[in-house]
């Protein structure tokens, strides 16, 4: 599956809802953490990233891909990293609810509530958020735009770039028995806890290999 191309198609979309359907989501535990959550988002790679692509230049590629933002450098927390679009969930909602609202704040895509395919686990981060990662169905999504206060740009990252032989990237973490995790993309690679959210994403949808990403690391410059 690495090694080939892997279409948005009802065959995928069938893939993933059932993986999610008989996945024993964990929950994070009440606690002072803040709730928030991020929509990864399924959709077509059509005019490319900026990565090499399969369809040539100028083509819409039906590829399925990832749907990532760069952060605005202007922000004071996690400025031009890698990010799924998310954010803090409001008070009565829901984390499938604050998903689908920030994936339309931050990219200008706005999405019915049947496009929700299920949740991960969720993941708390050293900076004092609890992350529920829910998977959104964006289709072609041809009609997006950044947010010009949060978002510096929008990629769409092929599901091949996240089947790589060389991830996830681990290593020792000096105030931690458990290893920093990174997914690699490109000649770089994104950070967790965004990386948690694609590895086990990759691994419990795309592979089939139940896999716990809680207990993995992130980076000091991503704690903040």
């Known amino acids: 599956m690495a090694e080939g191309r892997m279409l948005l ?9 059932d993986s999610l359907a008989r996945w024993d989501r964990l929950a994070a535990q009440p606690t002072s953490h803040r709730p928030a959550a991020v929509a ?27 749907l990532l933002t760069r952060r605005s450098l202007h922000l004071r927390h996690h400025a031009g990293q890698w990010a799924l679009p998310g954010g803090r969930i409001d008070e009565g909602e829901t984390a499938e609810q604050a998903a689908l609202r920030e994936l339309h704040e931050e990219v200008g895509l706005d999405l019915p509530p049947q496009s929700i395919l299920g949740t991960l686990d969720d993941y708390v981060t050293r900076s004092g958020f609890a992350i529920t990662p829910v998977v959104v169905w964006g289709g072609e999504a041809r009609a997006t735009a950044p ?3 949060e978002v510096a740009s929008i990629h769409r990252i092929p599901l091949r770039e996240f089947l790589r032989a060389d991830a996830p990237l681990l290593e020792p973490c000096p105030d931690s028995v ?20 694609l590895y086990q994403f990759r691994e419990c949808c795309l592979l089939g290999r139940p896999t716990r990403v809680a207990h993995f690391e992130q980076p000091e410059f991503a704690r903040k």
């Open 40 to 66: 990864l988002t399924l959709v077509e790679e059509g005019p490319g990233a900026a990565l090499e692509r399969v369809a040539p230049p100028g083509d819409w590629s039906r590829d399925a891909a990832i």
């Open 178 to 197: 458990h290893p920093t995790l990174r997914m690699p993309v490109g000649a770089g690679w994104i950070a967790a806890p965004t990386a948690a959210f």
């Open 9 to 17: 198609d009802e065959t995928l979309r069938a893939q993933v809802r």
């Open 147 to 149: 947010s010009p206060d």
